[in-house]
Structure formats: C-alpha cells, structure tokens
C-alpha cells in the first residue's frame, strides 16, 4: 500500500508563490508516473500538473508559466513550485501516484490564495 502525503499549502496574497510537496512510502516511486490535482469548492477535480518516470512533464493551461512540477525520485517526493499565484488558484491540492494500473492518492493540502 503506497501513502502519500501532501505538505505546504496555507493562505498567501495573489501575487505570492508557495512550494507544494508530496512525500511517498514504499519503493516504487522512481517507476510511477506522479501528478497535482486541484479541486476548489463546488468544482470537479482537475489536473494541474503531472511528470512521468521519465521526466517529462504536462500543465493545465491555466497555470503554464506560473508552476512547475519536478521529482527527486532519492527523497520519493514531488513537488510543485506555484508563482505569480491567483485568487482562483485557491483549492485543495491532491497529489496522485499512478503505477502498475493503480492509482493512490494523498489527502490534499489547501491553498489559499487572497485578493
């Protein structure tokens, strides 16, 4: 069974930036493809970002050129770097862990982001 667990969301002004991380347990992580989702009140889950085991990575467009995602498959962690962050930026954020089929997710740390 994989774990994940999100750290460092909290409130910061628009314009701001904060540093997401996702530590996981086991030893699979270097082999899984890893991502961020974010659902914000009365809205559906949505990706963010994701990166696979190759590195290679995907954006929502809503936040190309502000976030980036990467991995330090070392530490089993990924993180997600959020700039120039906007009041609509404000969410849950989940991390999710796909690997053999499956698909484990964390329980989400919560961004705010005030105006």
């Known amino acids: 069974q994989v774990q994940l667990a999100e750290s460092g969301g909290g409130l910061v002004q628009a314009g701001g930036s904060l540093r997401l991380s996702c530590a996981a347990s086991?030893?699979?992580?270097?082999?899984?493809?890893v991502g961020w989702y974010r659902q914000a009140p009365g809205k559906q889950r949505e990706l963010v970002a994701d990166?696979?085991?190759?590195?290679?990575?995907n954006y929502a467009d809503s936040v190309k050129g502000r976030f980036t995602i990467s991995r330090d498959n070392a530490k089993n962690t990924v993180y997600l770097q959020m700039s120039s962050l906007k009041p609509e930026d404000t969410a849950v954020y989940y991390c999710?862990?796909?690997?053999?089929?499956?698909?484990?997710w964390g329980k989400g740390t919560l961004v705010t982001v005030s105006s």
């Open positions: 999710k862990l796909v690997v053999s089929g499956m698909a484990y």
């Open positions: 086991g030893s699979i992580f270097s082999i899984s493809a």
């Open positions: 990166i696979d085991r190759g590195g290679s990575t």
